[in-house]
């Protein structure tokens, strides 16, 4: 099993969901987070004084899938994030030793 992480951009938020469902993935964690990259922020101007933003709005998305599913995964999420400009984010994969399902003690793949 694989735990696959991504940080993305949030308008690509549905996008990614509606990929993902239509290969069959439903079971995932969305969180709003903050941060950068190397594009370390960008400055805004507010009521005629310039700020520098440094922690940008992003989305992270954790989903744990079978490992013979995880590289057409990462490709469908991928394609769906992707804009092609800086900040479009990063994917992280994993590896899961177990999964339980709390409701009734399944274990290993078949609790995903």
């Not at 735990?3 to 990614?16: F, G, N, R, W």
């Not at 969901?17 to 239509?22: P, R, V, Y």
Request: charge should be positive.
């Amino acid at each position: 099993m694989k735990k696959i992480e991504a940080i993305i951009q949030p308008h690509k938020i549905e996008e990614v969901k509606e990929a993902l469902k239509k290969i069959g993935i439903d079971g995932m964690t969305i969180t709003e987070v903050r941060g950068h990259g190397r594009q370390k922020g960008h400055k805004e101007v507010y009521r005629g004084m310039e700020y520098q933003v440094d922690l940008l709005p992003k989305v992270k998305i954790e989903l744990v899938v079978p490992g013979g599913r995880a590289e057409e995964v990462i490709k469908t999420l991928a394609d769906a994030a992707r804009t092609g400009k800086i900040g479009d984010g990063k994917i992280f994969v994993f590896d899961v030793a177990e999964a339980i399902r709390i409701r009734n003690d399944d274990r290993g793949e078949i609790a995903l």
